[in-house]
């Protein structure tokens, strides 16, 4: 059974960048679409970015396009989320699950079937 594990959040500055690692155990991420999904306190999960099985295709939600992109090494078993130019408004729980419709918006939570623990991104001064 594939299992994910985020990591990479931490404090931050506005302006600065993070990157977030999601990683596969116990199962091969290759050929599997995944998506990161943030949740700050109070608001509803909302889908960031995802990347399709092969890597040649990708979605980001407006908020974080240009600032935000997605990436993954199938070498590594390791999809990324590079995040530059931080907002407070970025920060939340940020959490990477399988989509086993794919990679396509809307990013609809009920599309994702296995999902990671989740790591805090907090940016402020």
């Known amino acids: 059974q594939l299992q994910l594990v985020e990591s990479g959040g931490g404090l931050v500055q506005p302006g600065g960048s993070l990157r977030l690692s999601c990683a596969a155990s116990k199962s091969s991420l290759n050929y599997q679409a995944i998506g990161w999904f943030r949740q700050a306190p109070g608001k509803e999960r909302e889908g960031v970015s995802c990347i399709s099985r092969r890597g040649g295709n990708t979605y980001y939600a407006d908020s974080v396009k240009d600032r935000f992109t997605i990436s993954r090494d199938n070498a590594k078993n390791t999809v990324y989320l590079q995040m530059n130019s931080l907002k407070p408004e970025d920060t939340g729980v940020y959490s990477c699950?399988?989509?086993?419709?794919?990679?396509?918006?809307?990013?609809?939570?009920?599309?994702?079937?296995?999902w990671g623990q989740g790591t805090q991104v907090t940016v402020s001064s």
């Open positions: 699950a399988r989509g086993f419709r794919g990679c396509a918006p809307p990013m609809v939570p009920g599309d994702y079937d296995i």
